[in-house]
Each structure stands twice: as C-alpha cells, then as structure tokens.
C-alpha cells in the first residue's frame, strides 16, 4: 500500500513536473513566436497620421471627357471623378468634378503638405482630410510642374508630420512602404522593394531622378509617401507605368533630397525659378571619353557654351568633362541638369572639371532665365560613320571665314543627321585635332588614326559663327 501510494506519488510530482516544463516552453515559444513575426503596425501607427487625403474640385470639360495627369481617365476609373453641383451664388452655371489624391505632412507646426503638381493643377478648390477624420481647407503655396511637387499648407492643431530619410542610404532591394489614397477609397498601405534608383525619362521635360518600386501604387496614391522600415520619408509617390490604369508594380517616387529642395523654392518664391548654366551636355561615355583623351569615368561633355552665359564667363570651354558641381558628383548630363535647374539664380559654384587630360576647378554663378544661356541635353553617339553628309573643303571667304571641312548637303535619313550634323556646318577638328581641309579630314578619321577602342569620333563643328562639340 505505501508503495502504490509511493508510486501515485511519485506519478503525480512528474506529471506537474511535465506540465510545469511544458507550461514553461509554450511560454517561451508564445514569446519567441510573437516577437519573431514582423509587423509593419508599429512603424504604421507613427507615420500613417502623416498621410492625408486630398479632394480637389476642377472645371469639367464640357464633353464629358475626365483626364488624370494629362491623360483620359478609362472608363472604370471615372466613377471617381463625379459632378457636384456649382455654387447658388455664382451666375454661370458650370460643371465640376472632384478627384482624389494624396499628401504628406511634412511641418506640423507650419501645417505644410507635400503632394503632386499634377493632383492640385487647375483646382479651384482643395481640401485636406485627416487620419482623424478632420476636413481642412488647404491653400497653394506653389507648384512645380517640373519635378511634379506642389505645397500646400493647412492651419490646424495636433498635427503629425514624418522625417525626411537620408536618401543617399537608400539602396535597390531596401524594403519600403507606400501609403496613399487610392481611388479615392481611403488610406491603405501597400510593401514592396526599391527596384530601382535614379530612373528618369518618363518625361523628357522633366527634372527627373526617380526611385522605382513594386510597391503597389494605383490612381490616388499620387502625392503619397514612400516611406523606409524606420518610417522616415523616402520619395512622394508621383508615376506609374501601366497599360490599363492599374499597378503593374512599376511605380515611381520622387525622392526627398529633390523634394525638399523644391519645397524651400516654393515656400520663397511660390514657384522655382530655375538657374542656368549656358551649356549644351551629353553623357561621358567610355567611348566619348576615349575620343576626347580624357583621365575620366563619368561626367558631362559640354558640347556647346552659349554666349555671354555663366558658363562662358567661368571659364567653361568646349570638350570640358564636368565631374563634380559644388562637392558633388556628376555621373552624367541628366544629373548636372538636375542639379543646376534646382539651384537659385546667382548662386556661386564650383565646377570640377577635365580639360586636355587635367583636373581642373572653376568658380561660376548661375544664371537666370533672362539670358539666351540654356541647360539641356546635348546630341549622343550614334554610329562611327558618316552616310549621309557630302562634305567638301570650306571655300575662301565663306560666311563664318573658317577653314575646314564643309557639310554641303545632307540626308535627314544617315548616321550624321542622326548625331547632329547639319547642312552648312563646318568641321575643323577631330577628336580636338585641327584640320584644314577634305584631304586631313581623312586623313583624321582614318582606321589608322582613331583609336581602335573608341567607336566614337567627336567633331569641332561652327554653326552660325558657334562652336560645337558633336560625337559620331
């Protein structure tokens, strides 16, 4: 008997003694489990106040027809953009229609919100909901059609704003979440990857440098943040790419560093006054920089300098290879065009540049749109060949009294057109080589006399008593 009581026991102190340990793992399996799954909630919970929605009231085309950043909305997407009825008090009685979009707080004590120029552009009337349900009407500060940024400033209490990121951190494959209105249905949040920095061209115009994403971004979430995993703002969400209006998971932000350079332009000025430089640029490419001679990896070619421009009086000559622009790198001409667009006029400058194989620095003043000086974009490498151009030696006495190599006729159709030749242009160097007539011209772009590493052949041309740099 004392046994069995022994052993019943003994039975009863090693199952508690199970229970007890296996209390004691699920309690530690519960802990680990919940703080093993990730949840964005958190993170949320700070930055999504931050986000508003915008509702905008615009004129209607009269035929009916609604269009969303330029474009003729598909029918599916239209039932977001519904008439409302014109004022009692107005005499001309015109249709309107209402569209939804997206902002981001980014000064509570301002009330300041950074959205879309396209959202805002041609609003009579903006207003501004909260995440608390509050209804503000917001007053344009500015607007800048051409990095598509637009601020807004609301008057309010409690508001919550979201920290710019360091952008220059952020790295293709970093997780991101966008958060926006889109159609109009209320905020929403969608995750993703950056896929892709510093694209560009969606809109040739434009002052591009965009960060793509897979992050879902639809019609509404214009204007919306796109924000790191420690919730600090990364871009604005302001493009997709999309044959039917939806996401396609192709979306594209523009980032804060250019956001934030912008809004001190609009906060000032109301608008970007945009500086000017007063060259003509194209890409360093190996190539490009093989032809010319030059110790470079990158840059921009300056391919023409504008009379009387800031350029020309710093010192900027042709074939210059620009690298760096007050401390930072130029990778390439769309990234000098960025950066001179965004600076103020009058703003003093260093320019780095490479000139006949050495580094070299200038100091420049930025122009202002008053003056003939343009930045743009100038012709790139398209063949190593010449079809297409007759050219003959330059006769005596011809109206830009140059010696050279003449264009006298040309096919809109060749290589040479192609690259920027034109009729009457004047070729008188070759990869910076002087050269006097048909016979050296050969001679200059000979197999022999070009390296057999370049397929480029950069020509010293005067058009209009200009010179020019162009590359075949």
């Given at each position: ?28 399996s519960t802990a680990a489990l919940s703080q093993g799954i990730p949840s964005l909630a958190p993170m949320l919970e700070r930055v999504t106040p931050a986000v508003v929605s915008i509702q905008v009231s615009k004129a209607m085309p009269a035929s009916g027809r609604y269009f969303f950043n330029g474009e003729e909305l598909p029918e ?202 007063g060259v003509s640029i194209a890409d360093a490419t190996p190539d490009i920089v093989a032809a010319l001679n030059v110790d470079a990896q990158y840059g921009a070619v300056v391919t023409s300098v504008m009379p009387d421009s800031a350029a020309e009086q710093a010192g900027v000559q042709l074939s210059d290879v620009i690298v760096e ?148």
């Amino acid at each position: 008997m004392k046994y069995g009581i022994s052993m019943k026991f003994s039975k009863l102190v090693a199952t508690a003694a199970i229970v007890f340990v296996a209390a004691q793992a699920q309690a530690i399996s519960t802990a680990a489990l919940s703080q093993g799954i990730p949840s964005l909630a958190p993170m949320l919970e700070r930055v999504t106040p931050a986000v508003v929605s915008i509702q905008v009231s615009k004129a209607m085309p009269a035929s009916g027809r609604y269009f969303f950043n330029g474009e003729e909305l598909p029918e599916g997407a239209r039932r977001f953009f519904q008439e409302s009825p014109q004022r009692d008090n107005q005499q001309e009685q015109r249709p309107y229609a209402t569209g939804a979009g997206s902002g981001v707080i980014v000064d509570a004590s301002e009330g300041l919100i950074i959205t879309n120029h396209h959202v805002v552009a041609g609003a009579a009337q903006i207003t501004v909901r909260l995440s608390d349900d509050r209804t503000l009407e917001a007053k344009l500060l500015g607007s800048d059609p051409g990095t598509d940024v637009a601020l807004l400033q609301v008057a309010a209490e409690s508001l919550v704003e979201i920290g710019f990121a360091d952008v220059s951190s952020v790295a293709v494959g970093d997780y991101v979440v966008a958060i926006g209105n889109p159609f109009g249905i209320g905020q929403t949040v969608t995750s993703g990857i950056v896929s892709a920095l510093g694209r560009a061209g969606i809109n040739n115009d434009n002052y591009e440098d965009f960060i793509q994403t897979d992050a879902a971004i639809n019609l509404g979430n214009s204007g919306g943040a796109l924000v790191d995993m420690e919730g600090n703002l990364i871009g604005i969400n302001t493009a997709i790419i999309s044959g039917s209006g939806g996401s396609n998971g192709i979306g594209f932000a523009v980032p804060t560093d250019m956001v934030a350079t912008v809004m001190e332009h609009l906060k000032r000025d109301g608008e970007v006054r945009r500086g000017l430089l007063g060259v003509s640029i194209a890409d360093a490419t190996p190539d490009i920089v093989a032809a010319l001679n030059v110790d470079a990896q990158y840059g921009a070619v300056v391919t023409s300098v504008m009379p009387d421009s800031a350029a020309e009086q710093a010192g900027v000559q042709l074939s210059d290879v620009i690298v760096e622009i007050d401390g930072k790198v130029v990778r390439g001409s769309r990234e000098l065009r960025n950066r001179v667009g965004l600076m103020l006029q009058d703003q003093p400058v260093e320019l780095v540049l490479y000139r006949d194989g050495k580094r070299e620095s200038l100091q420049a003043r930025i122009g202002g749109a008053s003056g003939l000086s343009i930045v743009g974009e100038g012709a790139s490498a398209i063949r190593n060949e010449f079809r297409g151009a007759r050219l003959e030696t330059s006769k005596a006495g011809n109206s830009s009294n140059y010696q050279g190599v003449e264009v006298s006729s040309l096919s809109n159709r060749g290589s040479a057109f192609a690259a920027g030749l034109r009729e009457g242009d004047i070729i008188i160097e070759v990869n910076r080589r002087p050269i006097t007539d048909l016979e050296a011209f050969n001679l200059a772009t000979s197999a022999d006399a070009i390296d057999s590493s370049s397929n480029i052949v950069a020509l010293t041309v005067i058009r209009e008593g200009r010179r020019i740099l162009l590359f075949l």
